[in-house]
Nanobody
Framework: VQLVESGGGLVQPGGSLRLSCAAS????????MNWYRQAPGKGREWVAT???????NYADSVKGRFTISRDNAKNTVYLQMNSLKPEDTAVYYC??????WGQGTQVTVSS
């Protein structure tokens, strides 16, 4: 199993970013996929999940601002992040089953 995140960067408050996570080594469409984040000095926090049937769930802190989606043909899960706030600054990770993790991608929201 390999998970590779991309798309992080520096963005101003109120801005948007789209993260991608390319998956390989397993039958992607069979598994729910998750996004987590870890802010400096804090524990890892669950952000969103998308099931194999495209059902979605979000942490209250991102609901209405973030959208998780997947493209099973491309074995990729996305996280569209809008209306970003400084408190969204973190390393963002994708995960399968909380057992397999990517290396993370840094998101910094700052003016």
């Amino acid at each position: 199993v390999q998970l590779v995140e991309s798309g992080g960067g520096l963005v101003q408050p109120g801005g948007s970013l789209r993260l991608s996570c390319a998956a390989s080594g397993f039958t992607f469409s069979n598994y729910a996929m998750n996004w987590y984040r870890q802010a400096p000095g804090k524990g890892r926090e669950w952000v969103a999940t998308i099931g194999g049937t495209f059902t979605t769930n979000y942490a209250d802190s991102v609901k209405g601002r973030f959208t998780i989606s997947r493209d099973n043909a491309k074995n990729t899960v996305y996280l569209q992040m809008n209306s970003l706030k400084p408190e969204d600054t973190a390393v963002y990770y994708c995960s399968r089953s909380e057992r397999y993790w990517g290396q993370g991608t840094q998101v910094t929201v700052s003016s």
